[in-house]
């Protein structure tokens, strides 16, 4: 079983920053593209951002100069860097990362997280 776990949504006001993480845990063998993206009301889920295993980055252009991505292989966490937030940041963010467990057959999946709203907003 792999679980991700996201932390460290909120409110915030306009041009403030977070820091959202995300902790991928359970019987992980190999752990490639963790990435983040975002889903508004009324809206489709839409890339933020991604991080492949040997960290090469990739940006939504709406984010880009503003948010960054990040990852500790160490502790199989994601982070995403929050800078300069307006009011169209706002959305649910989610976690998404492949991820290929102990389990058999060992082959690569996709798992999402629960999911952290953040909201920007005075």
């Known amino acids: 079983q792999v ?3 996201e932390s460290g949504g909120g409110l915030v006001q306009p041009g403030g920053s977070l820091r ?3 902790a991928a845990s359970g019987s992980i063998f190999s752990i490639g593209a963790m990435g983040w993206y975002r889903q508004a009301p009324g809206k489709q889920r839409e890339l933020v951002a991604t991080v492949t295993s040997g960290d090469t ?3 939504a252009d ?3 100069g503003r948010f960054t991505i990040s990852r500790d292989n160490a502790k199989n966490t994601v982070y995403l860097q929050m800078n300069s937030l307006s009011p169209e940041d706002t959305a649910v ?3 998404n990362s492949i991820i290929v467990s102990n389990t058999i057959p060992q082959i690569p999946r996709s798992y ?5 709203q953040v909201t920007v907003s005075s």
């Open 3 to 5: 679980q991700l776990v």
């Open 62 to 64: 709406a984010v880009k």
């Open 93 to 95: 963010y989610y976690c």
């Open 57 to 59: 980055t990739n940006y």
């Open 112 to 116: 999402w997280g629960q999911g952290t």
């Open 20 to 22: 959202l993480s995300c």
